[in-house]
């Protein structure tokens, strides 16, 4: 029987039936697809896949791969089947058997997050997926690894890939359509390229673990109007967001950059370096649909970053490919007003009047808020459900679409983020 490399350390991956095939993004241009063909970032591309980057030889498909599958073994699925409750009604042995249900749930769940968070990196990372069709597919699916591996050879580099190509990168996190977060999607098939990958080196190298946090470096809290101020050494961050009910909960996370790529920064001066702002769930009025949410925070100055997503237990960390904006002492930015019901997650940067209170202090003092100056290209350590890049660079100052980040390997320091929130990055 042929054997399917470990996935750095996880549970070998196996085929699940799947219920609806995904049907993703052609690589013939950025056309906006429906609802059937939008981009799911939660599962793995139906059918006999394999990766592709023309130009590239075997040994930079094996890498690129076993560097995708390190930073998906840092991913986790939540565990939200509601399985202690069924196990207390049932004694004992009720618990004993839902906790063996609970572990295969939990297994297929992590399997199907796996495969997905392969194809996301590689996908940010220059690759395209390749479909083939099913009578090819099943002849390669059919070999040894070893057999598989070299029948790979002529396919992974062509510029003109055997197949169609159904996936590129396109900067897809932007888009409203695209599914951002929620339970791991349906596993078709398990891609060619990493049932391709030999077991060895399987088990990814330790991250580093830094020191915890200090009490002093908690996130802050929202600033109610009358604590609105610029003081000496902080700044004043406003984000707004915007949305229908179905968005209530949804949460956008705001990290600060660090000395280094793998140092946090509260590790040298002690202060926050994360805030969170979630979209209420609950209307203005009773009946109103409509949800709105303006806060400000007083945070250190340096580089904050929108580094992540969530609803719930899930979060979609902007990983690969983050964008941010510098904060300097003494001064008070807008991030923009994001509509998490809009057509794209880009805000709008258009600066409010009324973002202060008439009556807070930093008003009074006639404070003014500038426009955050949004730029791409920052990274960090992956973790939460779900792992991808984000680029909110003004469409106005690009000249091109979104490029894909460079490719990096497994050793590239990265950006450790930490909260004690229970459904935050931890």
Same mark, same amino acid.
């Given at each position: 029987?042929?054997?399917?490399?470990?996935?750095?350390?996880?549970?070998?991956?196996?085929?699940?039936?799947?219920?609806?095939?995904?049907?993703?993004?052609?690589?013939?241009?950025?056309?906006?697809?429906?609802?059937?063909?939008?981009?799911?970032?939660?599962?793995?591309?139906?059918?006999?896949?394999?990766?592709?980057?023309?130009?590239?030889?075997?040994?930079?498909?094996?890498?690129?791969?076993?560097?995708?599958?390190?930073?998906?073994?840092?991913?986790?699925?939540?565990?939200?089947?509601?399985?202690?409750?069924?196990?207390?009604?049932?004694?004992?042995?009720?618990?004993?058997?839902?906790?063996?249900?609970?572990?295969?749930?939990?297994?297929?769940? +992590?399997?199907?997050?796996?495969?997905?968070?392969?194809?996301?990196?590689?996908?940010?990372?220059?690759?395209?997926?390749?479909?083939?069709?099913?009578?090819?597919?099943?002849?390669?699916?059919?070999?040894?690894?070893?057999?598989?591996?070299?029948?790979?050879?002529?396919?992974?580099?062509?510029?003109?890939?055997?197949?169609?190509?159904?996936?590129?990168? &396109?900067?897809?996190?932007?888009?409203?359509?695209?599914?951002?977060?929620?339970?791991?999607?349906?596993? &078709?098939?398990?891609?060619?390229?990493?049932?391709?990958?030999?077991?060895?080196?399987?088990?990814?190298?330790?991250?580093?673990?830094?020191?915890?946090?200090?009490?002093?470096?908690?996130?802050?809290?929202?600033?109610?109007?009358?604590?609105?101020?610029?003081?000496?050494? &902080?700044?004043?961050?406003?984000?707004?967001?915007?949305?229908?009910?179905?968005?209530?909960?949804?949460?956008?996370?705001?990290?600060?950059?660090?000395?280094?790529?793998?140092?946090?920064?509260?590790?040298?001066?002690?202060?926050?370096?994360?805030?969170?702002?979630?979209?209420?769930?609950?209307?203005?009025?009773?009946?109103?649909?409509?949800?709105?949410?303006?806060?400000?925070?007083?945070?250190?100055?340096?580089?904050?970053?929108?580094?992540?997503?969530?609803?719930?237990?899930?979060?979609?960390?902007?990983?690969?490919?983050?964008?941010?904006?510098?904060?300097?002492?003494?001064?008070?930015?807008?991030?923009?007003?994001?509509?998490?019901?809009?057509?794209?997650?880009?805000?709008?940067?258009?600066?409010?009047?009324?973002?202060?209170?008439?009556?807070?202090?930093?008003?009074?003092?006639?404070?003014?808020?500038?426009?955050?100056?949004?730029?791409?290209?920052?990274?960090?350590?992956?973790?939460?459900?779900?792992?991808?890049?984000?680029?909110?660079?003004?469409?106005?100052?690009?000249?091109?679409?979104?490029?894909?980040?460079?490719?990096?390997?497994?050793?590239?320091?990265?950006?450790?983020? +930490?909260?004690?929130?229970?459904?935050?990055?931890?």
């Amino acid at each position: 029987m042929k054997r399917i490399a470990a996935v750095v350390g996880l549970v070998a991956l196996v085929a699940e039936p799947a219920q609806a095939q995904l049907v993703t993004r052609a690589a013939v241009g950025p056309a906006v697809p429906d609802v059937e063909n939008r981009i799911d970032l939660t599962r793995s591309s139906a059918g006999y896949t394999y990766f592709n980057r023309a130009g590239a030889d075997l040994a930079q498909h094996d890498a690129a791969v076993s560097a995708c599958m390190v930073e998906a073994s840092r991913m986790r699925q939540p565990d939200d089947n509601g399985a202690a409750g069924a196990a207390a009604a049932g004694g004992l042995l009720g618990a004993l058997v839902v906790g063996v249900m609970q572990g295969a749930m939990n297994g297929m769940h +992590e399997r199907r997050g796996v495969a997905a968070n392969v194809e996301n990196c590689m996908v940010v990372n220059g690759w395209r997926v390749v479909r083939l069709d099913e009578t090819e597919g099943k002849a390669l699916d059919a070999l040894e690894q070893a057999e598989l591996h070299a029948a790979l050879a002529e396919h992974v580099g062509a510029a003109q890939p055997k197949g169609e190509v159904i996936r590129v990168y &396109d900067n897809d996190a932007v888009r409203g359509e695209t599914v951002l977060i929620g339970r791991s999607g349906d596993l &078709d098939k398990v891609s060619l390229s990493l049932q391709a990958q030999p077991p060895e080196g399987a088990t990814p190298p330790p991250g580093r673990k830094g020191p915890q946090a200090p009490r002093t470096a908690r996130p802050p809290r929202a600033l109610k109007a009358e604590e609105v101020a610029v003081t000496a050494g &902080d700044a004043l961050i406003t984000v707004r967001l915007t949305g229908m009910a179905e968005q209530g909960g949804r949460t956008l996370f705001f990290t600060r950059q660090g000395p280094a790529p793998d140092i946090q920064p509260w590790e040298q001066d002690g202060r926050p370096a994360l805030f969170a702002v979630a979209l209420p769930t609950r209307g203005a009025v009773r009946g109103d649909r409509t949800r709105a949410m303006t806060q400000t925070f007083s945070v250190p100055p340096g580089r904050w970053r929108l580094s992540a997503v969530n609803v719930g237990q899930y979060i979609t960390h902007f990983c690969l490919g983050n964008s941010g904006f510098e904060v300097r002492d003494g001064e008070a930015v807008y991030t923009g007003a994001f509509d998490l019901s809009g057509e794209q997650l880009r805000p709008d940067m258009t600066v409010r009047d009324d973002l202060l209170a008439p009556a807070s202090p930093a008003a009074v003092a006639g404070v003014r808020h500038r426009a955050a100056q949004w730029s791409y290209g920052d990274k960090e350590q992956c973790q939460g459900a779900y792992l991808y890049a984000l680029d909110l660079t003004p469409q106005t100052e690009k000249a091109v679409e979104a490029a894909a980040p460079e490719v990096t390997g497994a050793d590239t320091p990265v950006v450790v983020v +930490e909260t004690t929130a229970s459904s935050t990055l931890q």
